[in-house]
């Protein structure tokens, strides 16, 4: 059996951010309980030159629509970056899932060849459908997952290998 551009993108990408969402909660409850300032952790990073866990949020989220989008064929779409709190981070995934649930496979099989340009600020990169999701959007994906959970593990959020991957 293959696997279709829709089953390695949607479905991938809705669960993760699910666990994300859950990681999520998991921070807010630590901050209550630890009196934590909910800022201090979501402007946390790594390393000073890295960018914080709000951040990291943002890219999960916007990274997976920014594929979806392109392999459906349909105009990205922009998100005012207006989230302070772990309830509006909440809200930015709830409201990113649910635009990935929106989507259906017929959007997005077929896409394998369908050209896509990203135009960053200083060069213009051109992908054919699958390797943009397999060799640039899914790592891209699971990079600002990772660095987001990372920041809250290093910050003392009681979480492991399956909060990140999640139970099926």
Known sequence: MSLSMYQA???VFIHMLDNLSAILGKAASHAETKKIEPDVLLNARLAPDMLPLSFQLRMACESAKYCATQLAGMEPTQQPDTE???ADWQARITKTIDFLKSLD???IDGSEERTVIIKMRTQEMR???QPFLLTF??????????????ILRHNGLDIGKMDFLGRR
């Open 9 to 11: 993108s949607v479905p």
């Open 84 to 86: 302070t709190t772990f």
């Open 105 to 107: 496979a017929a959007q």
């Open 127 to 129: 992908f054919q459908g």
């Open 137 to 150: 959007s899914l790592p891209n994906f699971y990079f600002h997952l990772t660095t987001a959970y990372a």
